[in-house]
Structures are given as structure tokens and as C-alpha cells.
């Protein structure tokens, strides 16, 4: 499967696990609140994920993330 399909596929699946607990739920709730999301927003959760193209995530994630401004950090026991 394209790596797209899988993300998209993970968030979709992912969605309604979040919401099993009162308290994930409450947080949920809490944080739609906080940030004025509109009403509808869990409703559309799931047609709106399955919206974004690839160019879309592509372009989101050139905006937010600068590859020259980023540290690799690497852990573990070292290259002996």
C-alpha cells in the first residue's frame, strides 16, 4: 500500500479508539472547545481526512517543518 493510503488508513481506524474512554473523550471535547472548532467537527472527521491529497500533506508539512533546521539525534550503543 502507498504510504498515504496507510496514514490516512491509521487515522481513520485510530479515530474512534480515541474516544473509548470518558476522560480521551472529555479531552477531545475540551480541546475542540479551546480551539473553536465548529460543531459538526467529529462528524466530519473522517470525510475530511480522507480529503487530503498528497500534494496537500506535502505542502502542509513544507510549511511547518524546515529540513535545515533540524537535528537527528540517534541513541543506542554506537557503532563499535
Do not use: C
Amino acid at each position: 500500500f502507498p504510504v498515504t493510503i496507510l496514514a490516512t488508513q491509521y487515522m481513520v481506524d485510530h479515530f474512534p479508539i480515541a474516544l473509548v474512554a470518558n476522560q480521551s473523550l472529555l479531552l477531545t471535547l475540551n480541546r475542540l472547545m479551546w480551539y473553536h472548532y465548529p460543531l459538526d467537527y467529529l462528524n466530519q472527521y473522517v470525510n475530511t481526512v480522507q480529503s487530503v491529497t498528497l500534494n496537500q500533506a506535502k505542502s502542509a508539512f513544507s510549511e511547518l517543518v524546515n529540513a535545515n533546521n533540524t537535528i537527528t539525534v540517534m541513541v543506542g550503543g554506537g557503532v563499535q
